[in-house]
Protein backbone atom coordinates (compact mmCIF):
# COMPACT_ATOMS: atom_id res chain seq x y z
CA UNK A 1 0.00 0.00 0.00
CA UNK A 2 1.18 3.58 -0.89
CA UNK A 3 0.69 6.78 1.18
CA UNK A 4 -1.38 8.06 -1.68
CA UNK A 5 -4.08 5.07 -0.72
CA UNK A 6 -4.82 6.19 2.62
CA UNK A 7 -6.93 9.28 2.09
CA UNK A 8 -4.00 12.03 3.16
CA UNK A 9 -3.83 15.53 1.95
CA UNK A 10 -2.07 16.64 -0.82
CA UNK A 11 -0.26 18.96 1.13
CA UNK A 12 0.94 16.27 3.49
CA UNK A 13 1.79 13.47 0.61
CA UNK A 14 3.96 16.40 -0.66
CA UNK A 15 5.29 16.28 2.36
CA UNK A 16 5.69 12.81 2.71
CA UNK A 17 7.44 12.42 -0.70
CA UNK A 18 9.78 15.12 -0.07
CA UNK A 19 11.22 12.92 2.63
CA UNK A 20 11.51 9.96 0.13
CA UNK A 21 8.97 7.79 2.09
CA UNK A 22 6.16 6.29 -0.23
CA UNK A 23 5.11 2.88 1.43
CA UNK A 24 3.61 3.21 5.32
CA UNK A 25 4.76 1.12 8.17
CA UNK A 26 2.16 -1.41 9.07
CA UNK A 27 1.33 0.46 12.33
CA UNK A 28 0.27 3.92 9.71
CA UNK A 29 -1.21 1.78 7.14
CA UNK A 30 -3.99 0.51 9.92
CA UNK A 31 -4.11 3.42 12.43
CA UNK A 32 -3.95 6.33 10.06
CA UNK A 33 -7.84 5.92 7.57
CA UNK A 34 -8.82 5.52 11.50
CA UNK A 35 -7.76 8.39 12.78
CA UNK A 36 -8.85 10.41 9.78
CA UNK A 37 -12.60 9.16 10.36
CA UNK A 38 -12.63 10.69 13.59
CA UNK A 39 -12.44 7.23 15.82
CA UNK A 40 -10.55 6.80 19.02
CA UNK A 41 -7.74 4.77 18.45
CA UNK A 42 -5.72 2.40 20.69
CA UNK A 43 -2.22 1.35 18.96
CA UNK A 44 0.06 -1.30 20.56
CA UNK A 45 3.53 -1.68 18.65
CA UNK A 46 7.05 -1.95 19.01
CA UNK A 47 9.45 0.67 19.11
CA UNK A 48 10.74 2.05 15.97
CA UNK A 49 7.67 1.18 13.95
CA UNK A 50 6.95 4.73 13.11
CA UNK A 51 3.99 5.51 15.61
CA UNK A 52 4.97 9.14 15.40
CA UNK A 53 4.06 9.44 11.74
CA UNK A 54 1.04 7.10 12.21
CA UNK A 55 -1.05 10.06 14.12
CA UNK A 56 0.81 13.25 13.22
CA UNK A 57 0.30 12.92 9.19
CA UNK A 58 -3.46 12.39 9.83
CA UNK A 59 -4.02 15.22 12.30
CA UNK A 60 -1.95 18.14 10.13
CA UNK A 61 -4.89 16.92 8.07
CA UNK A 62 -7.73 16.86 10.37
CA UNK A 63 -6.45 20.51 11.10
CA UNK A 64 -5.72 21.85 7.74
CA UNK A 65 -9.37 23.70 8.23
CA UNK A 66 -9.71 26.14 11.51
CA UNK A 67 -8.21 28.44 13.13
CA UNK A 68 -7.12 28.85 16.57
CA UNK A 69 -7.78 31.15 19.19
CA UNK A 70 -5.72 32.67 21.92
CA UNK A 71 -4.51 30.55 25.09
CA UNK A 72 -7.21 27.82 23.35
CA UNK A 73 -5.52 25.39 21.15
CA UNK A 74 -7.29 22.57 19.10
CA UNK A 75 -5.16 19.57 19.63
CA UNK A 76 -2.64 18.35 22.76
CA UNK A 77 -0.38 15.63 22.80
CA UNK A 78 1.42 14.62 25.89
CA UNK A 79 4.82 13.41 25.82
CA UNK A 80 6.76 11.72 28.80
CA UNK A 81 10.12 13.22 28.14
CA UNK A 82 11.37 16.65 26.78
CA UNK A 83 13.55 14.57 24.08
CA UNK A 84 10.39 13.36 22.75
CA UNK A 85 8.29 16.02 23.10
CA UNK A 86 11.17 18.09 20.71
CA UNK A 87 10.71 15.22 18.39
CA UNK A 88 7.10 15.21 17.92
CA UNK A 89 7.48 19.07 17.20
CA UNK A 90 10.10 18.17 14.40
CA UNK A 91 7.93 15.77 12.44
CA UNK A 92 5.13 18.35 12.90
CA UNK A 93 7.64 21.00 11.00
CA UNK A 94 8.71 18.08 8.65
CA UNK A 95 5.44 16.89 7.67
CA UNK A 96 3.47 20.25 7.96
CA UNK A 97 5.40 22.87 6.12
CA UNK A 98 3.30 23.36 3.44
CA UNK A 99 0.37 24.39 5.91
CA UNK A 100 0.15 27.32 8.20
CA UNK A 101 -0.43 25.48 10.85
CA UNK A 102 1.08 26.85 14.39
CA UNK A 103 2.53 24.52 16.57
CA UNK A 104 3.95 25.31 20.50
CA UNK A 105 6.02 23.14 22.62
CA UNK A 106 5.54 23.27 26.77
CA UNK A 107 8.44 21.53 28.55
CA UNK A 108 10.40 22.30 31.91
CA UNK A 109 14.03 23.95 31.56
CA UNK A 110 12.67 26.89 29.39
CA UNK A 111 11.23 29.84 30.21
CA UNK A 112 7.47 30.53 30.59
CA UNK A 113 7.64 33.77 28.65
CA UNK A 114 8.03 32.71 25.44
CA UNK A 115 5.57 29.65 25.87
CA UNK A 116 3.28 32.55 26.60
CA UNK A 117 3.31 34.52 24.08
CA UNK A 118 2.97 31.62 21.62
CA UNK A 119 -0.04 30.64 23.62
CA UNK A 120 -1.32 33.70 23.27
CA UNK A 121 -1.21 34.40 19.36
CA UNK A 122 -3.43 31.38 19.08
CA UNK A 123 -1.74 27.45 19.01
CA UNK A 124 -3.62 24.70 16.74
CA UNK A 125 -1.07 21.68 17.56
CA UNK A 126 -0.28 21.90 21.15
CA UNK A 127 2.67 19.51 22.63
CA UNK A 128 3.81 19.44 26.09
CA UNK A 129 4.94 17.51 28.83
CA UNK A 130 2.30 16.87 31.78
CA UNK A 131 4.15 18.86 34.38
CA UNK A 132 4.72 21.93 32.36
CA UNK A 133 0.98 22.20 31.24
CA UNK A 134 -0.34 22.07 34.86
CA UNK A 135 1.79 24.90 35.72
CA UNK A 136 0.83 26.84 32.86
CA UNK A 137 -3.21 25.84 33.42
CA UNK A 138 -2.85 27.19 37.07
CA UNK A 139 -1.38 30.43 36.26
CA UNK A 140 -4.41 30.86 33.46
CA UNK A 141 -2.43 31.23 31.13
CA UNK A 142 -4.30 28.13 28.74
CA UNK A 143 -7.74 26.97 28.34
CA UNK A 144 -8.31 23.54 27.30
CA UNK A 145 -12.07 23.29 26.71
CA UNK A 146 -11.36 23.81 22.74
CA UNK A 147 -9.32 20.60 22.17
CA UNK A 148 -10.77 18.59 19.54
CA UNK A 149 -7.85 15.56 19.19
CA UNK A 150 -5.71 14.40 22.45
CA UNK A 151 -2.95 12.15 21.84
CA UNK A 152 -1.24 10.56 24.79
CA UNK A 153 2.10 9.00 23.09
CA UNK A 154 4.24 6.21 25.33
CA UNK A 155 1.51 5.67 27.67
CA UNK A 156 3.94 2.81 29.73
CA UNK A 157 6.38 5.00 29.83
CA UNK A 158 3.84 7.82 31.14
CA UNK A 159 3.38 5.09 33.91
CA UNK A 160 6.74 4.48 35.01
CA UNK A 161 7.49 8.08 35.50
CA UNK A 162 4.75 8.07 37.49
CA UNK A 163 2.73 10.87 35.08
CA UNK A 164 -0.50 8.94 35.28
CA UNK A 165 -2.39 11.29 38.49
CA UNK A 166 -1.46 14.35 36.07
CA UNK A 167 -3.05 12.86 33.00
CA UNK A 168 -5.71 11.64 34.88
CA UNK A 169 -6.36 15.59 36.26
CA UNK A 170 -5.92 17.16 32.37
CA UNK A 171 -7.98 14.77 30.85
CA UNK A 172 -10.88 15.74 33.37
CA UNK A 173 -10.30 19.66 31.87
CA UNK A 174 -10.74 18.33 28.44
CA UNK A 175 -14.05 18.54 26.72
CA UNK A 176 -16.25 15.32 26.39
CA UNK A 177 -16.66 15.66 23.00
CA UNK A 178 -13.29 15.07 21.40
CA UNK A 179 -10.99 12.26 19.83
CA UNK A 180 -8.53 10.41 21.89
CA UNK A 181 -5.62 8.63 20.19
CA UNK A 182 -3.78 6.20 22.78
CA UNK A 183 -0.20 5.20 21.88
CA UNK A 184 2.11 2.44 23.99
CA UNK A 185 4.75 -0.03 23.27
CA UNK A 186 3.48 -2.22 25.86
CA UNK A 187 -0.17 -2.70 27.27
CA UNK A 188 -0.16 -4.04 30.77
CA UNK A 189 -3.20 -4.50 32.74
CA UNK A 190 -2.83 -0.41 33.89
CA UNK A 191 -2.25 0.80 30.72
CA UNK A 192 -5.37 -1.39 29.75
CA UNK A 193 -7.63 0.57 32.34
CA UNK A 194 -6.64 3.92 31.40
CA UNK A 195 -7.23 2.99 27.66
CA UNK A 196 -10.63 1.84 29.06
CA UNK A 197 -11.50 5.10 30.58
CA UNK A 198 -10.14 7.89 28.38
CA UNK A 199 -11.53 5.65 24.92
CA UNK A 200 -14.96 5.59 23.80
CA UNK A 201 -15.44 2.76 21.35
CA UNK A 202 -11.91 2.89 20.11
CA UNK A 203 -10.28 1.17 17.61
CA UNK A 204 -7.55 -1.65 18.62
CA UNK A 205 -4.79 -1.72 16.31
CA UNK A 206 -1.77 -4.41 17.01
CA UNK A 207 1.02 -5.00 14.85
CA UNK A 208 3.42 -6.60 16.53
CA UNK A 209 3.57 -9.00 19.98
CA UNK A 210 3.87 -6.45 22.96
CA UNK A 211 7.43 -5.87 24.24
CA UNK A 212 8.96 -8.00 21.29
CA UNK A 213 12.36 -6.65 19.95
CA UNK A 214 12.60 -6.02 16.24
CA UNK A 215 14.03 -8.92 14.02
CA UNK A 216 16.53 -6.38 12.95
CA UNK A 217 19.00 -6.27 15.32
CA UNK A 218 21.29 -8.50 16.14
CA UNK A 219 21.42 -9.32 20.42
CA UNK A 220 24.61 -10.49 22.40
CA UNK A 221 25.58 -10.62 25.76
CA UNK A 222 28.93 -10.96 27.60
CA UNK A 223 29.21 -11.78 31.00
CA UNK A 224 31.81 -10.75 33.13
CA UNK A 225 32.58 -10.20 36.59
CA UNK A 226 31.84 -6.49 38.02
CA UNK A 227 35.22 -4.93 37.95
CA UNK A 228 35.92 -5.97 34.55
CA UNK A 229 32.94 -4.73 32.57
CA UNK A 230 34.57 -1.72 31.66
CA UNK A 231 37.86 -3.52 29.97
CA UNK A 232 35.04 -5.33 28.20
CA UNK A 233 33.00 -2.42 27.10
CA UNK A 234 36.28 -0.96 25.93
CA UNK A 235 37.17 -4.34 23.61
CA UNK A 236 34.13 -4.38 22.37
CA UNK A 237 33.93 -0.92 21.24
CA UNK A 238 37.18 -1.53 19.62
CA UNK A 239 36.59 -4.65 17.58
CA UNK A 240 32.66 -3.38 16.46
CA UNK A 241 32.14 -1.32 13.47
CA UNK A 242 30.51 1.44 15.79
CA UNK A 243 29.91 4.55 13.72
CA UNK A 244 27.32 5.97 16.96
CA UNK A 245 26.17 4.34 19.90
CA UNK A 246 23.63 4.19 23.04
CA UNK A 247 25.58 3.20 25.89
CA UNK A 248 22.49 3.28 28.45
CA UNK A 249 23.37 2.76 32.54
CA UNK A 250 21.02 2.47 35.31
CA UNK A 251 21.96 5.06 37.86
CA UNK A 252 22.50 8.76 36.69
CA UNK A 253 25.54 9.13 38.61
CA UNK A 254 27.40 6.14 36.65
CA UNK A 255 26.70 7.86 33.20
CA UNK A 256 29.08 10.91 34.27
CA UNK A 257 31.47 8.34 35.46
CA UNK A 258 31.62 6.00 32.90
CA UNK A 259 31.33 8.91 29.93
CA UNK A 260 34.55 10.17 32.30
CA UNK A 261 36.26 7.04 31.67
CA UNK A 262 35.92 6.22 28.12
CA UNK A 263 37.13 9.84 27.55
CA UNK A 264 40.46 9.01 29.25
CA UNK A 265 40.83 6.08 26.77
CA UNK A 266 40.86 8.35 24.04
CA UNK A 267 36.95 7.71 23.22
CA UNK A 268 34.66 10.71 21.95
CA UNK A 269 31.98 9.97 24.47
CA UNK A 270 28.93 12.55 25.85
CA UNK A 271 26.61 12.14 28.87
CA UNK A 272 23.16 12.50 29.07
CA UNK A 273 20.80 11.92 32.34
CA UNK A 274 17.38 13.63 33.89
CA UNK A 275 19.52 16.04 36.08
CA UNK A 276 21.61 17.93 33.19
CA UNK A 277 19.74 21.43 32.32
CA UNK A 278 17.38 21.46 29.55
CA UNK A 279 19.61 23.49 27.17
CA UNK A 280 22.48 20.97 28.13
CA UNK A 281 20.58 18.02 27.00
CA UNK A 282 19.09 19.66 24.02
CA UNK A 283 23.05 20.69 22.63
CA UNK A 284 24.27 17.09 23.90
CA UNK A 285 21.75 15.57 21.86
CA UNK A 286 21.90 17.89 18.98
CA UNK A 287 25.68 17.22 18.88
CA UNK A 288 24.96 13.22 18.75
CA UNK A 289 22.80 13.49 15.62
CA UNK A 290 25.29 15.99 13.58
CA UNK A 291 28.13 13.25 14.27
CA UNK A 292 30.05 15.78 16.81
CA UNK A 293 29.63 13.07 19.49
CA UNK A 294 30.54 9.33 19.04
CA UNK A 295 28.99 7.66 21.74
CA UNK A 296 25.98 8.75 24.20
CA UNK A 297 26.42 7.65 27.31
CA UNK A 298 22.35 8.30 28.75
CA UNK A 299 19.92 6.99 31.37
CA UNK A 300 16.72 5.51 30.47
CA UNK A 301 15.95 9.24 29.56
CA UNK A 302 16.94 8.49 25.36
CA UNK A 303 15.36 4.86 25.71
CA UNK A 304 11.97 5.82 24.86
CA UNK A 305 11.18 7.00 20.97
CA UNK A 306 14.26 9.25 20.30
CA UNK A 307 15.18 8.69 16.36
CA UNK A 308 18.87 8.88 15.66
CA UNK A 309 18.81 7.70 11.85
CA UNK A 310 21.79 5.03 11.60
CA UNK A 311 22.40 4.68 15.07
CA UNK A 312 24.73 1.41 14.77
CA UNK A 313 25.30 0.14 18.06
CA UNK A 314 23.23 0.22 21.72
CA UNK A 315 25.53 -1.11 24.58
CA UNK A 316 23.64 -1.98 27.71
CA UNK A 317 26.63 -1.51 30.15
CA UNK A 318 24.15 -2.60 33.06
CA UNK A 319 21.15 -5.05 33.07
CA UNK A 320 17.56 -2.95 33.04
CA UNK A 321 15.91 -3.76 35.68
CA UNK A 322 12.37 -3.66 34.08
CA UNK A 323 12.79 -6.21 31.00
CA UNK A 324 10.66 -4.03 28.83
CA UNK A 325 13.08 -1.58 28.96
CA UNK A 326 15.38 -3.82 27.37
CA UNK A 327 13.55 -3.63 24.37
CA UNK A 328 12.95 0.42 24.19
CA UNK A 329 16.76 0.29 24.68
CA UNK A 330 17.38 -1.80 21.78
CA UNK A 331 15.19 -0.62 19.35
CA UNK A 332 16.93 2.23 19.20
CA UNK A 333 19.48 0.58 16.84
CA UNK A 334 17.85 -1.58 13.86
CA UNK A 335 15.23 1.40 12.57
CA UNK A 336 13.45 1.82 9.74
CA UNK A 337 14.50 -1.72 7.94
CA UNK A 338 18.67 -0.94 8.99
CA UNK A 339 20.60 -3.06 10.88
CA UNK A 340 21.89 -3.16 14.20
CA UNK A 341 23.40 -4.62 16.82
CA UNK A 342 22.75 -4.33 20.77
CA UNK A 343 25.22 -5.95 23.39
CA UNK A 344 24.98 -6.32 26.65
CA UNK A 345 27.42 -6.56 30.15
CA UNK A 346 25.75 -8.63 32.74
CA UNK A 347 27.43 -9.38 35.83
CA UNK A 348 26.92 -12.89 38.08
CA UNK A 349 24.73 -10.67 39.74
CA UNK A 350 22.52 -9.72 37.23
CA UNK A 351 20.41 -14.03 36.63
CA UNK A 352 16.99 -12.53 37.74
CA UNK A 353 16.94 -9.45 35.90
CA UNK A 354 17.79 -11.62 32.65
CA UNK A 355 15.60 -14.70 33.05
CA UNK A 356 12.90 -11.87 32.65
CA UNK A 357 14.09 -10.53 30.13
CA UNK A 358 14.12 -13.72 28.25
CA UNK A 359 10.85 -14.80 29.25
CA UNK A 360 9.80 -10.94 27.95
CA UNK A 361 11.13 -12.11 24.47
CA UNK A 362 10.81 -15.38 24.46
CA UNK A 363 14.05 -16.47 23.68
CA UNK A 364 17.80 -16.34 25.55
CA UNK A 365 20.02 -13.61 24.11
CA UNK A 366 23.33 -15.30 22.81
CA UNK A 367 26.71 -15.20 25.17
CA UNK A 368 29.64 -14.38 23.74
CA UNK A 369 33.30 -14.83 25.17
CA UNK A 370 36.07 -11.47 25.42
CA UNK A 371 39.36 -13.03 25.00
CA UNK A 372 41.57 -12.18 27.92
CA UNK A 373 38.90 -11.66 30.03
CA UNK A 374 37.46 -14.38 32.65
CA UNK A 375 33.98 -15.49 31.90
CA UNK A 376 31.60 -15.70 34.71
CA UNK A 377 28.53 -17.53 35.68
CA UNK A 378 25.38 -16.42 37.47
CA UNK A 379 24.76 -16.86 40.76
CA UNK A 380 21.39 -18.01 42.19
CA UNK A 381 18.81 -16.03 43.86
CA UNK A 382 19.88 -16.51 47.21
CA UNK A 383 23.86 -15.80 46.42
CA UNK A 384 22.93 -12.64 44.28
CA UNK A 385 20.63 -11.39 47.12
CA UNK A 386 23.41 -11.70 49.81
CA UNK A 387 25.92 -10.17 47.21
CA UNK A 388 23.74 -7.10 46.76
CA UNK A 389 23.27 -6.81 49.83
CA UNK A 390 27.00 -6.84 50.45
CA UNK A 391 27.27 -4.08 47.85
CA UNK A 392 25.50 -2.20 49.26
CA UNK A 393 27.28 -2.33 52.20
CA UNK A 394 29.90 -1.29 50.32
CA UNK A 395 29.16 1.29 49.14
CA UNK A 396 27.93 3.03 52.56
CA UNK A 397 31.18 2.28 54.04
CA UNK A 398 33.28 3.43 50.95
CA UNK A 399 30.87 6.75 51.03
CA UNK A 400 31.06 7.00 55.27
CA UNK A 401 34.73 6.24 55.00
CA UNK A 402 36.40 9.54 53.61
CA UNK A 403 34.82 11.45 56.36
CA UNK A 404 36.52 9.16 58.77
CA UNK A 405 39.77 8.64 57.58
CA UNK A 406 39.65 12.40 58.22
CA UNK A 407 38.27 12.65 61.32
CA UNK A 408 41.27 9.82 62.11
CA UNK A 409 43.92 10.73 60.09
CA UNK A 410 44.45 14.24 62.16
CA UNK A 411 45.43 12.02 65.91
CA UNK A 412 47.82 9.79 63.67
CA UNK A 413 49.87 12.55 62.76
CA UNK A 414 50.07 13.46 66.12
CA UNK A 415 50.73 10.07 67.07
CA UNK A 416 53.62 9.43 65.26
CA UNK A 417 55.44 12.36 66.10
CA UNK A 418 55.09 11.73 70.12
CA UNK A 419 56.12 8.29 69.94
CA UNK A 420 58.89 9.32 67.90
CA UNK A 421 60.04 11.46 70.52
CA UNK A 422 59.75 9.20 73.57
CA UNK A 423 61.90 6.54 71.67
CA UNK A 424 64.43 9.20 71.06
CA UNK A 425 64.53 10.65 75.04
CA UNK A 426 64.67 6.85 75.96
CA UNK A 427 67.78 6.64 73.55
CA UNK A 428 69.51 9.83 74.71
CA UNK A 429 70.05 10.03 78.51
CA UNK A 430 68.30 12.79 80.22
CA UNK A 431 70.41 15.47 81.23
CA UNK A 432 71.08 16.20 85.21
CA UNK A 433 68.48 19.16 85.58
CA UNK A 434 69.81 21.88 88.35
CA UNK A 435 68.28 21.99 91.77
CA UNK A 436 66.22 24.38 92.96
CA UNK A 437 68.59 26.14 94.70
CA UNK A 438 71.16 26.32 91.71
CA UNK A 439 68.10 28.08 89.32
CA UNK A 440 69.21 31.72 88.35
CA UNK A 441 67.09 34.32 90.36
CA UNK A 442 65.17 36.51 87.61
CA UNK A 443 65.94 39.87 88.80
CA UNK A 444 63.13 41.59 86.59
CA UNK A 445 60.14 40.44 88.52
CA UNK A 446 57.82 43.30 90.42
CA UNK A 447 57.76 43.21 94.07
CA UNK A 448 54.32 42.34 95.47
CA UNK A 449 52.32 44.65 97.51
CA UNK A 450 51.50 43.87 100.58
CA UNK A 451 48.27 42.20 101.12
CA UNK A 452 45.80 43.37 103.55
CA UNK A 453 44.84 41.62 106.50
CA UNK A 454 41.24 39.48 106.17
CA UNK A 455 38.73 41.05 108.21
CA UNK A 456 37.23 38.01 110.09
CA UNK A 457 34.10 36.29 109.91
CA UNK A 458 32.13 38.21 112.23
CA UNK A 459 33.08 41.62 110.55
CA UNK A 460 32.43 40.20 107.43
CA UNK A 461 28.37 38.84 108.48
CA UNK A 462 27.90 41.84 110.39
CA UNK A 463 28.82 43.83 107.37
CA UNK A 464 26.55 41.94 104.79
CA UNK A 465 23.36 41.87 107.75
CA UNK A 466 23.75 46.16 107.44
CA UNK A 467 21.70 46.37 104.29
CA UNK A 468 19.33 44.12 105.92
CA UNK A 469 18.71 46.42 108.76
CA UNK A 470 18.20 49.42 106.88
CA UNK A 471 15.48 47.43 104.95
CA UNK A 472 14.15 46.67 107.96
CA UNK A 473 14.02 50.08 109.98
CA UNK A 474 12.61 51.69 106.62
CA UNK A 475 9.62 48.62 106.63
CA UNK A 476 8.78 49.83 110.58
CA UNK A 477 8.63 53.51 110.21
CA UNK A 478 6.57 52.59 107.64
CA UNK A 479 4.28 50.80 109.66
CA UNK A 480 4.22 53.65 112.66
CA UNK A 481 3.63 56.33 109.76
CA UNK A 482 -0.18 54.29 108.43
CA UNK A 483 -1.07 53.76 111.94
CA UNK A 484 -0.68 57.08 113.07
CA UNK A 485 -2.52 58.06 109.88
CA UNK A 486 -5.25 55.98 110.72
CA UNK A 487 -5.62 57.50 114.05
CA UNK A 488 -6.10 61.57 113.00
CA UNK A 489 -9.32 62.55 112.24
CA UNK A 490 -10.83 63.71 108.75
CA UNK A 491 -11.20 67.60 108.04
CA UNK A 492 -14.36 68.71 106.44
CA UNK A 493 -17.26 70.63 106.36
CA UNK A 494 -19.20 69.06 108.87
CA UNK A 495 -22.52 70.26 109.50
CA UNK A 496 -21.96 73.67 108.13
CA UNK A 497 -22.16 73.36 104.39
CA UNK A 498 -21.50 76.52 102.21
CA UNK A 499 -24.44 78.29 100.94
CA UNK A 500 -22.96 77.94 97.43
CA UNK A 501 -23.41 74.44 97.19
CA UNK A 502 -26.06 74.25 97.22
CA UNK A 503 -27.44 76.10 95.04
CA UNK A 504 -29.16 74.87 91.83
CA UNK A 505 -27.27 74.29 88.54
CA UNK A 506 -29.71 75.52 86.54
CA UNK A 507 -28.49 79.19 85.29
CA UNK A 508 -31.10 81.98 86.65
CA UNK A 509 -33.14 84.18 84.83
CA UNK A 510 -31.63 87.68 84.16
CA UNK A 511 -33.33 90.50 86.30
CA UNK A 512 -34.64 93.54 84.45
CA UNK A 513 -33.19 97.37 85.80
CA UNK A 514 -36.86 98.53 87.18
CA UNK A 515 -37.02 95.21 89.03
CA UNK A 516 -33.52 95.92 90.37
CA UNK A 517 -33.91 99.39 91.17
CA UNK A 518 -37.04 98.54 93.15
CA UNK A 519 -35.65 95.99 95.16
CA UNK A 520 -32.12 98.00 95.85
CA UNK A 521 -34.93 100.98 97.44
Given at each position: ?????L?????????I?D???????????Q???????GR??????????GK?????????S????G??R????R?L????????A???A????T????????????IG???F?????????????????P????????R??????????????EA??M???????????????????RQ??F????M???????A???????????????????????QA???V??????????H????E?VK?A??F?????DVAIL??????????????????V????T????????G??T??V?S??A???L???GL????N???P????D?????G????A?R?????T???P??GK?????G?????????????G??S????S?DEA?RG???????????G???P?E?A?????????P???R?A???????????S???????D?RQ?R?????R???A???S?R?????????DR??R???????D????I???????A???R?AR?????????Q????G
Amino acid sequence: MLFSELGLGPDVLRAIEDKGYTQPTPIQEQAIPWVLQGRDVLGCAQTGTGKTASFTLPMISILASGRARARMPRSLILEPTRELAAQVAESFETYGKHHKLSMALLIGGETFTEQVKRLDRGVDVLIATPGRLIDLFERGNIMLNDIKVFVIDEADRMLDMGFIPDIERIVSKLPKQRQTLFFSATMPPEIRRLADAFLSNPKEVTVAPPASPSETVTQAMVLVHEDDKRKALRHLLRTEDVKNAFIFCNRKRDVAILQKSLESHGFNAGALHGDMVQSKRTETLEAFKKGEITLLVCSDVAARGLDVQGLSHVFNFDVPISAEDYVHRIGRTGRAGRMGRAFTLASPLDGKQVSAIGRLIKREIPLIAIDGLESAEFLSEDEARRGRSRGRAKDKERGDRAPRERAERPEREDRAPREERQAREERQPREERPSRDERPVRDDRQPREERQPRESLAAAESRRQEPRRDRDRDRDRRRRRDEDEDDTPVIGFGDHMPAFMLRSARRPAPIEPAEQSSQEG
